[in-house]
């Protein structure tokens, strides 16, 4: 066993950890050994999904209770944030209140308690308005609420890293999905959607004609990432998209689970969202550049989605 096999894992907390990233992540950095520190206030996540092992402390990332649970802590990663882009664009106050000001908080709470390395989630969201494909991370034009509290979170992170030296890196997640995702939402993701509603043996929704294109990328590939970036110990304030690299319209997504499923259900449409991006397609030249490369095809990463959802989901309750 080398020496660094030996050495105590140092701890993380990770806020928004009873959500889908969150919670997934927590498992990985716990079977690596590593010691977690959750931070959630339960408005969207599930208490019962975060595994044994996690320290929960149950509060909100706008309190200044939260600072104390910061101290002796080597990196954080801030997830917790209000997501959903209709619910942000209902309703703008709340939206810039967590994913802005909540999310200044956690930063402040990193810079009093020493922590070594920040990562936080932003999101394809500040691409909306940008027709470049794929998409680097320097183009940025965020239309929706949402996307705007997004870029800000950015923008704030800067300033700490130029009046404190801090360490941060900045997590663009595209269409992240697997087991967890959250399917209790008025408006599902896509994926989980249309896999429940067909495993229910209903019409699942579309909402515009289905040519809306989404880079998917599925959770096991993404944590990959969150720790490859947790060891790059570099204070260069980095932003790296994390997507597969392949967008997929929702047309072609239907088509995919209907391929595995075979159930013979034709979906309906429904009126376009508004403030939805018309394509979303990641240019993963700087996550490669960690070394980093996406594993799961969108079958395999398909495949294991819909066995979650069959046990977790639709076998839970029957
Ligand atoms: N899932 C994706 O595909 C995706 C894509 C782009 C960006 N992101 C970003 O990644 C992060 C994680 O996303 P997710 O899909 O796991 O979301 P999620 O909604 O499943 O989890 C978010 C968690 O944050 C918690 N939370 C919300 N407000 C809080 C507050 N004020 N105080 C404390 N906890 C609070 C919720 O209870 C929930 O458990 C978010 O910042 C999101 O904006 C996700």
């Known amino acids: 066993m080398s020496e660094a096999d030996t050495q105590p894992r140092?701890?993380?907390?990770?806020?928004?950890?009873?959500?889908?990233?969150?919670?997934?992540?927590?498992?990985?950095?716990?079977?690596?050994?590593?010691?977690?520190?959750?931070?959630?206030?339960?408005?969207?996540?599930v208490e019962e999904q975060i595994p044994?092992?996690?320290?929960?402390?149950?509060?909100?990332?706008?309190?200044?209770?939260?600072?104390?649970?910061?101290?002796?802590?080597?990196?954080?990663?801030?997830?917790?944030?209000?997501?959903?882009?209709?619910?942000?664009?209902?309703d703008p106050v709340e939206t810039a209140d967590i994913n802005v000001t909540g999310t200044v908080n956690v930063?402040?709470?990193?810079?009093?308690?020493?922590?070594?390395?920040?990562?936080?989630?932003?999101?394809?969201?500040?691409?909306?308005?940008?027709?470049?494909?794929?998409?680097?991370?320097?183009?940025?034009?965020p239309q929706s609420f949402y996307g705007v509290s997004k870029l800000a979170s950015m923008e704030f992170a800067k300033a700490y890293e130029r009046f404190h030296g801090m360490k941060m890196t900045a997590l663009r997640y595209f269409g992240v999905y697997g087991p967890r995702q959250d399917y209790r939402r008025s408006i599902p993701p896509v994926m989980s959607a249309f896999i429940i509603?067909?495993?229910?043996?209903?019409?699942?929704?579309i909402y515009g004609s289905g040519a809306k294109k989404r880079d998917f990328i599925y959770v096991d590939d993404v944590n990959d990432f969150?720790?490859?970036?947790?060891?790059?110990?570099?204070?260069?304030?980095?932003?790296?998209?994390?997507?597969?690299g392949r967008p997929y319209s929702v047309g072609e997504l239907f088509d995919e689970i209907e391929a595995i499923l075979q159930t013979g259900i034709t979906p309906e449409h429904k009126p376009d969202l508004p403030g939805?991006?018309?394509?979303?397609?990641?240019?993963?030249?700087?996550?490669?550049?960690?070394?980093?490369?996406?594993?799961?095809?969108?079958?395999?990463?398909?495949?294991?989605?819909?066995?979650?959802?069959?046990?977790?989901?639709?076998?839970?309750?029957?």
């Open 10 to 45: 140092p701890t993380v907390l990770i806020t928004g950890v009873a959500g889908f990233i969150g919670s997934n992540l927590a498992d990985r950095l716990l079977s690596e050994g590593y010691t977690v520190v959750g931070l959630d206030n339960l408005e969207y996540g």
């Open 52 to 90: 044994d092992g996690v320290t929960l402390h149950r509060g909100d990332i706008r309190s200044k209770e939260i600072y104390a649970l910061f101290e002796g802590v080597d990196t954080v990663f801030h997830l917790a944030a209000k997501n959903c882009i209709s619910d942000c664009q209902d």
């Open 107 to 141: 930063f402040e709470a990193c810079r009093r308690a020493g922590v070594r390395k920040t990562i936080y989630a932003e999101s394809a969201a500040v691409y909306e308005g940008i027709e470049t494909m794929p998409t680097p991370e320097h183009e940025v034009a």
């Open 197 to 205: 509603k067909l495993l229910r043996g209903e019409r699942p929704t």
């Open 226 to 244: 969150h720790l490859l970036a947790m060891k790059d110990d570099r204070p260069n304030g980095q932003v790296y998209n994390l997507g597969y």
């Open 276 to 318: 939805e991006a018309l394509v979303t397609h990641a240019d993963i030249t700087a996550a490669r550049s960690l070394g980093w490369e996406p594993k799961v095809s969108l079958e395999e990463g398909l495949r294991r989605s819909i066995e979650y959802i069959r046990k977790h989901v639709i076998e839970a309750q029957a």
